[in-house]
């Protein structure tokens, strides 16, 4: 339920007037919302910038490369001298996008790179479908399956690596397998040294539920090592309004490398049998209920007091990636 809570907030905080009407049941049809815990305050380095009264903020990072962001999500853009790339289109930013690159540069948008097909993070593409689309050919396969209008089909697909040099601009997109997604790829701009990986490091946070749902936990570990082999000092992570560093990547990696070595331990020393006689064998799933859930209590109880001042939400969402790190662990 917890999570259902801060979905609301999120679209609450996020969407424009319209988006949240359509989502949205009548107020006297609406269930009432649920808040069964007391979280602690967010530390104030997970805060970001405010977001102006227009919706959203552009940022300059640098050498022609911005940041926008209402608040939740986030998009990047390059000024080349022959039109814009635009990284990713969140319907959260649709329609501000067009209005936040048109606050600093003339040049239309020319070219739009997905960084994986996930709808929340593309769904506002279709303004942008006469551009060059680039993504990853897993991307494009996801994309056909799920027939989106607003997820226009990219353009131009990669397997590997693939260089986009426009004007006086180049990103190297590189592919280095599933983690969040099949088709996730790293964004990297070497002359101003921003990487952008979407959906794995919420920087001053811990990430969305569930490993920020990741599809591959193995892959979602391991990928933060992979950031840090990048010569990058700005970090674009996809989500909520600050921008990240190098350290930021560090801090996330300590974290999920925690919750791992702390889910490992439930696993070893949670007794199955013990919870088998309290419970008892009847409803086999309740069993299973009560085992799955005292092995990620066991690890969220570990990981959370060494985390809790360093990672907004640590108390919100540790207790879930407990849950899907320890479940892994067993079968993957
Ligand atoms: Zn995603």
Redesign the pocket.
Known sequence: MVRLVFAFVLVALAAPPLLVAAGQATPEASPPVVMTEEFGPVPADARGPAIPAVGYLVEEIGGGLYAVTEGVYQSIFLTTGEGVILVDAPPTLDPNLRAAIASVTDEPVTHLVY????A??IGGAAPFAGATIVAHEETAALLARAADPNRPPPTVTFAETHTLTVGTQTLRLDYHGNN??PG?IFVYAPAQKVLMV??IVFPGWVPYPDL??AEDVPGFISVHDTILTYDFETFVG?HLTRLGTRADVETARGYVADVRRNAAEANATVDFAAIAQKVGADNLWALFDAYLDTVAQACADATIPVWRDRLGGTDVFTERHCWVMAESLRID
């Open positions: 960084t994986h097909h996930h929340d993070h969040h997604s996730n979407v959906d920020a749902v996809g």
